[in-house]
């Protein structure tokens, strides 16, 4: 593929995900595996979709120091500039003439000469007078929003909830790379057996305290290694991890996992399970559950039971206390993992995480009557707000009070999350800045003891 077919494949990518809400994994994997892209062009692709995306608000700021106000620019224009100062700023690969070439030309494909000289004279004034300070932003909010890409609502409500500090740390971590980690198949290899494989193959990958199961792969391209093709390992972030550990369940155990596409939990949960027993996995969406299913079959786990259903209405399948653990890992706004999604931060409205309560509110309460005495349930989700965990965990308390808090989960943590910054009387909220993760909460309830 040519530079200008490839830089027009990133243009089309950016403006699905900008104008239809796409996802860009989906879409940039859709790219991938086309077959049109070279191997020598997956990296560069990759990078500049997340990247601009990743950066737009910076990107506008910068631009809008350069462009009149009342000049009426096209969707596909104002893409355009940002893709090319992105790669001018934050890439160092490619010269900036090249770029702006690559740019003009393309505007003058998709459009006319009088578009063409517009990106050049943008592009070429940048490039002369370099992009202007953020110093002069006074207000802190406003600041960290142009600085980090992240909408004003957002961080706001953040320095709300956690102060200036965590949330400002927060927000500069979302906009820089997390390694990516795996999980070992314990059945199938021991994770010192898998760290000798990686190491022997040139990869550099360390054990993870999240989980006697997790691997950071610090460099090296796991898709291709043996070990995950032929399901070795599966890719999941070191908190979603944290789940099946704190669940304690064992072989032999009925558990049910009420939001369980695309299985990376469940399948997690019958490896700590070694295969034997009963995992009742369901998601609301038909099609997301082959996921599930094929996730255990990748991994080789044959107790999953995966069909759709709606968790909050599971009471009409089972009786009350039927399970040893629950799991619900909840539909939640995703603000802990902008930096995988980093459309989260623009398609996300504040009036989504009411919405996003009300129904976590819901599921908990339908699905908990089905744990049994003395069983263990974890409420997670891969977000950072307040209103969908510390704050949702505690109104279900004050409604339901059969129920309490597991206070042993506190105790049963790896060390360093226990006195991590986000512990809370209602569960561990893990910022992403602190371990170089996802952003993510889980908390452990169980039904009270009968005097
Ligand atoms: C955070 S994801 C679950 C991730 C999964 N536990 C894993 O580890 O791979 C939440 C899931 O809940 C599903 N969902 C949303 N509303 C639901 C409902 N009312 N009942 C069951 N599943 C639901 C979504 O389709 C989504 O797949």
Same mark, same amino acid.
């Given at each position: 593929m040519g530079n200008n077919q490839l830089r027009n494949t990133i243009l089309k990518v950016l403006l699905r995900i900008d104008k239809d809400q796409g996802f860009s994994h989906l879409l940039i994997d859709h790219e991938l595996k086309s077959g049109k892209i070279g191997a020598k062009d997956e990296g560069l692709l990759t990078e500049v979709v997340y990247g601009t995306i990743q950066r737009k608000l910076t990107l506008d700021y910068y631009l809008d120091a350069f462009i009149d106000p009342k000049k009426k620019i096209k969707p596909w224009v104002k893409m355009l500039l940002r893709m090319s100062l992105y790669q001018m700023i934050y890439?160092?690969? *490619?010269p900036d003439h090249a770029i702006i070439h690559e740019a003009v030309e393309i505007a003058k494909s998709k459009g006319h000469k009088g578009i063409a000289s517009f990106v050049n004279g943008v592009l070429r004034s940048i490039q002369r007078k370099g992009v202007p300070s953020t110093a002069t932003i006074k207000d802190d909010v406003k600041r960290i929003s142009i600085e980090t890409s992240h909408p004003e609502w957002l961080v706001k409500r953040w320095v709300d909830q956690y102060g200036l500090k965590i949330a400002e740390a927060m927000c500069v971590c979302n906009t820089q790379h997390k390694p990516l980690t795996v999980r070992v198949q314990p059945l199938k290899i021991s994770r010192d057996q898998a760290l000798n494989k990686l190491v022997e193959k040139g990869f550099e990958a360390r054990a993870s305290i999240f989980s006697s199961q997790g691997i950071i792969i610090?460099?090296?391209? *796991?898709?291709?290694s043996e070990l995950f093709k032929h399901g070795y390992v599966t890719i999941q972030d070191q908190t979603s991890m944290l789940v099946a550990e704190m669940l304690e369940s064992h072989p032999n155990m009925k558990v049910l996992d009420?939001?369980?596409?695309?299985g990376g939990k469940a399948t997690h949960i019958a490896e700590k399970m070694q295969n034997q027993g009963e995992l009742h996995a369901f998601d609301l969406?038909?099609?997301?559950?082959k996921l599930i299913e094929d996730k255990a079959n990748q991994l080789d786990l044959s107790i999953i039971d995966a069909k759709p259903g709606d968790a909050r209405k599971l009471q009409d399948i089972y009786d009350e206390k039927t399970f040893d653990r629950v799991l619900i890992d909840a539909p939640c706004s995703?603000?802990?993992?902008i930096r995988g999604k980093p459309e989260i931060k623009y398609h996300k409205e504040e009036a989504d995480i009411n919405r996003l309560a009300t129904i976590q509110l819901e599921i908990l309460e339908s699905v908990i009557p089905l744990l049994k005495d003395e069983g263990l349930l974890i409420y997670s989700t891969c977000t950072v707000d307040k209103e969908e965990n510390e704050r949702l965990v505690r109104r279900f308390l004050e409604r339901n009070n059969s129920y309490e808090l597991d206070n042993k989960f506190f105790n049963t943590l790896p060390s360093p999350l226990k006195e991590?910054?986000?512990?809370s009387n209602y569960g561990l909220q893990v910022f992403p800045q602190t371990f170089n993760t996802d952003g993510f909460f889980l908390t452990r309830m169980k039904r009270k003891n009968k005097e």
């Amino acid at each position: 593929m040519g530079n200008n077919q490839l830089r027009n494949t990133i243009l089309k990518v950016l403006l699905r995900i900008d104008k239809d809400q796409g996802f860009s994994h989906l879409l940039i994997d859709h790219e991938l595996k086309s077959g049109k892209i070279g191997a020598k062009d997956e990296g560069l692709l990759t990078e500049v979709v997340y990247g601009t995306i990743q950066r737009k608000l910076t990107l506008d700021y910068y631009l809008d120091a350069f462009i009149d106000p009342k000049k009426k620019i096209k969707p596909w224009v104002k893409m355009l500039l940002r893709m090319s100062l992105y790669q001018m700023i934050y890439l160092d690969k *490619i010269p900036d003439h090249a770029i702006i070439h690559e740019a003009v030309e393309i505007a003058k494909s998709k459009g006319h000469k009088g578009i063409a000289s517009f990106v050049n004279g943008v592009l070429r004034s940048i490039q002369r007078k370099g992009v202007p300070s953020t110093a002069t932003i006074k207000d802190d909010v406003k600041r960290i929003s142009i600085e980090t890409s992240h909408p004003e609502w957002l961080v706001k409500r953040w320095v709300d909830q956690y102060g200036l500090k965590i949330a400002e740390a927060m927000c500069v971590c979302n906009t820089q790379h997390k390694p990516l980690t795996v999980r070992v198949q314990p059945l199938k290899i021991s994770r010192d057996q898998a760290l000798n494989k990686l190491v022997e193959k040139g990869f550099e990958a360390r054990a993870s305290i999240f989980s006697s199961q997790g691997i950071i792969i610090e460099k090296g391209n *796991i898709l291709n290694s043996e070990l995950f093709k032929h399901g070795y390992v599966t890719i999941q972030d070191q908190t979603s991890m944290l789940v099946a550990e704190m669940l304690e369940s064992h072989p032999n155990m009925k558990v049910l996992d009420a939001c369980s596409a695309p299985g990376g939990k469940a399948t997690h949960i019958a490896e700590k399970m070694q295969n034997q027993g009963e995992l009742h996995a369901f998601d609301l969406h038909k099609k997301k559950v082959k996921l599930i299913e094929d996730k255990a079959n990748q991994l080789d786990l044959s107790i999953i039971d995966a069909k759709p259903g709606d968790a909050r209405k599971l009471q009409d399948i089972y009786d009350e206390k039927t399970f040893d653990r629950v799991l619900i890992d909840a539909p939640c706004s995703g603000l802990g993992v902008i930096r995988g999604k980093p459309e989260i931060k623009y398609h996300k409205e504040e009036a989504d995480i009411n919405r996003l309560a009300t129904i976590q509110l819901e599921i908990l309460e339908s699905v908990i009557p089905l744990l049994k005495d003395e069983g263990l349930l974890i409420y997670s989700t891969c977000t950072v707000d307040k209103e969908e965990n510390e704050r949702l965990v505690r109104r279900f308390l004050e409604r339901n009070n059969s129920y309490e808090l597991d206070n042993k989960f506190f105790n049963t943590l790896p060390s360093p999350l226990k006195e991590s910054p986000g512990i809370s009387n209602y569960g561990l909220q893990v910022f992403p800045q602190t371990f170089n993760t996802d952003g993510f909460f889980l908390t452990r309830m169980k039904r009270k003891n009968k005097e």
